[in-house]
């Protein structure tokens, strides 16, 4: 018979800190300080399973089995604290939290002094000699659970008690008398009964399942729903349920409460960190209420806890190797532990605790790189304040810098406008008092977020910096009046421009210009890290895991360069062909009759051409450039406009009557499906001719300056072999030519894009007459999926928000479908072509579950944007490391068998779901017990090794890329080149159902065609 409930106290508990899966990632660690002598109240944790089944079920329904393991656990807890819960004498009070595998603070519901009533109520106070502590024990208790568990507006409430503060003319709560609050329960009572129709419970056992259904059911409510949607959570149950002992913070002053941090959550710098409030209840400090004290003042008010405090923090980071958050209470001078959970940090705090811990010999540096994610590195890459502005402004006022990094944007005072505002374009600065866990997406669209009042562990400092955002807390020179804010003095509406640094915390008035800051100190150690574990890998024949970036013109390369891309995976040559200089002559050619005449405009831009490639060679200093011949149909570049149709014509002695014709003759119904590509070359080889000269004189250039220089040449959107065939020696005969004429020896290698579902299928032949391929995953996902990537946006989001697809495939590597095909195309054409190197270069390359994915099916290299090179350095060294000893044949052959894609592993809790997931919202949450396998839940962002646990057999051993021909499917499958019959090597039936679809993350705009 399976267990659903599990006790913690006394020194011992029936969890541990690995049954997160099961516990909860709160109920595991309360099981595993408890079993670590830490004093933490006793109580017990209902799991996660019986969410699954409360959502299975519907309507609340419990087995018998669990709510007799409910009461036999509470009758224990009641024995061993020595109280009964709704004992009219000496009451037993407990809270009921929740806790999901995946910390998800503030997302879901709590509620505190459960055990509370008419008659408890007198007993408390009469127990515990001090009647104010009761009867603010009661108005607490109900304001939290008429909101939370009755749904009673929240405002209601905070009605209430700002009309008792105003009559009396006091501001803070705690300034409330007994008497105050024992009228305060009347009226809250009052409000129950008018707006729900009914008394409020009295019942302790209906007080305690009303909660036990409230929590569970905050599992799907809808900031719940969002915030695993922008974190990308997936694969968990639901959430479990934490009964626990009540311990007070708010007996008085020698009681207290605080959330405190084992290193600096937001700079990572080794020093206890946190925040408490004497006289007050948990909530108090998170919820931005009343502004908290620093940690450290603690030393001097009260040495003793503090010192306590400090012992159990070093002793927890040491045991779990981690930085630690932590909640505590200390009632009447004894100190209790109510949470641990590995800490939230920004980006820089997230680097800065790797490379420490290594040096500490904490940790090693494999668990550094896959303790940092690559969302940790985007917020280092945040932008700052132009230094030279600052020396031009003061700040209005300065608040806590509780999330790193600077934005400006123009002040909304709801979540609700800042998604509105967002909607329309608009850069938004969300200034609020405080933020609650509904504001969560208004924040998220928002470039920061400035709050009146909380501290550095305020919902909103913990949620920005969760998300990157920057934030600044507690900035008491802030008066927010419902659509305006005063601050100095001075009055600003909705609308108007703030900046704010969440690295100091100031605030300026205005837009301020900003910049981003460059890789250097832990970051580049760190990177270095990840650097020397890709460059060491291997599978099979293939070494290493490179990182290049896409850039077009020389000051991406040298910005690439300096972010640590090996390399220019794509440089997309008709970028270049929009400047001014080269555009005139170029459309010239476009609209000339003759061969003769094409030449003579492409003879103009031959020199502007060869110095944008002698840029990019020099940027990267010998370092492989991959340059793609022109890609983009003709018509992109003819002018459209009167003004320019008769510019053209000038320029070329024509009248703009006689030129129309001509342009119009370009228009096509499809031309990304049309005449582009290595058809105009196959058509108009003139076009190639020139950007091959140009590309061959940049690199006699570079020879003759002692450049190091090696550059590849990418022939787009090939079809067939033929296509190679024919352009490849027209290619290789100019190079001759211009080398043989300079004197000069240099090896160029010449490959294709693979773009086209054909040439995926066709690979083998194809690579016959290629030295690379490079896959084009913008237009082979468009290709394959036939979505339009401008017309998208209509009917996506809702296949997403059903569960059509599991993510958008422009910005994560489908691998079912697309995925699919790439491997097809590595394994035929490696088996032609055992040399044959292989990357990406659509912007999937920057995508960390995509890099993941290209690891395991054996690419040589993924390229991305320069300013994710990083990302993609650390994304490439956590797919080495957890796919460590992968056998690229059995990952393909547990895809095409329709298995999921061995060792999958994101920078995200993930599930590979495939085509027969139901299609219900938030599929994940809302079915998890038949949705989701333990094994694939128990895999965390953080956690990583899901090689292992994903599919042992199919996960393990390195890639035999090399060979796939034999290895992987005997003779008859594995010849389609030879054999002409590339149908039968792929296996159609058993392509229909590939690798389980992989999670993404978060792809960059895929630009014009990639």
Known sequence: MSKHVFFFGEGRAEGDAGMKDLLGGKGANLAEMTNLGIPVPPGFTISTEVCAAYYEKKGGYYAPAVREEVAANLRRLEKVRGKRLGDPDDPLLVSVRSGAAVSMPGMMDTILNLGMNDRAVHGLAEKTGNPRFAWDAYRRFIQMYGDVVMGVPGGDFEDAIAAVKKARGIELDTDLDEGDLERLVGEYKKIVKRRKGKDFPQAPQDQLWGAINAVFGSWMNERAITYRRLNDIRSLRGTAVNVQAMVFGNFGEDSGTGVCFSRDPS?????????YLMNAQGEDVVAGIRTPEKIATLAERNPVIYRKLVTIKDKLEKHFRDMQDMEFTVQQGELFLLQTRNGKRAGGAAVKCAVDMVAEKLIDKKTAILRVSPSHLDQLLHPMIDSAALKTVKPVTRGLNASPGAASGRIVFTAKDAEVWHERGEKVLLVRKDTSPEDIGGMVVSQGVLTSTGGMTSHAAVVARGMGTPCVAGAKGVSVQENTAVIGGKTYREGDWLSIDGHTGDVYEGRLPLVTPDISGDMSVFLSWCDDVRASSARGNVKGFQVRANADQPEDAKRAFAFGAEGVGLCRTEHMFFDREKLIHFQAMIVADTEKDRRAQLAKVLPLQQKDFFGIF???????V???????????????????????ASHIGVSAADLQPKIDRLHEANPMLGHRGCRLAVTYPEIYDMQVEALARAAVDCVKRKIPVEPEIMIPIVITARELKLLRPNAEAVLARVFKEAGVKLKVKIGTMIEVPRAAIRSGHIARYA??????????????????????ASFLPVYLEKNVLDVDPFKSIDEEGVGYLIQNAVEQGRAVNTGLKVGICGEHGGDPATI?????????????SPFRVPLARLAGAQAVLNNSGLNIKKASQA?????????????????????????????AAKKPAAAKKPAAAKKTAAAKKPAAAKKP?????PAAAKKPAAAKKPAAAKKPVAAKKPAAAKKPAAAKKPAAAKKPAAAKKPAAKK
């Not at 020099?618 to 492989?624: D, I, S």
């Not at 991959?626 to 053209?648: A, C, G, Q």
């Not at 993941?852 to 991305?864: A, H, P």
């Open 267 to 275: 700079t990572g710098k080794n020093e206890f960190y946190g925040e």
């Open 618 to 624: 020099k940027a990267m200093e010998g370092r492989p």
């Open 626 to 648: 991959t340059i793609r011949l022109l890609d983009p149909p003709l018509h992109e570049f003819v002018p459209h406009t009167k003004e320019e149709v008769d510019e053209l």
């Open 771 to 792: 030295d690379f391929f490079s896959f084009g995953t913008n237009d082979l996902t468009q290709m394959t999926f036939a979505f339009s990537r401008d017309d998208v």
């Open 852 to 864: 993941d994915f290209c690891y395991r099916v054996g690419l040589s290299y993924v390229s991305c």
């Open 895 to 923: 895809a095409r068998a329709g298995g999921k894609a061995a060792a999958r592993v994101s920078s995200r809790t993930t599930h590979a779901k495939g085509e027969e997931m139901a299609l219900t919202p938030d599929a």
């Open 953 to 957: 057999a199919a996960a393990k051993k």
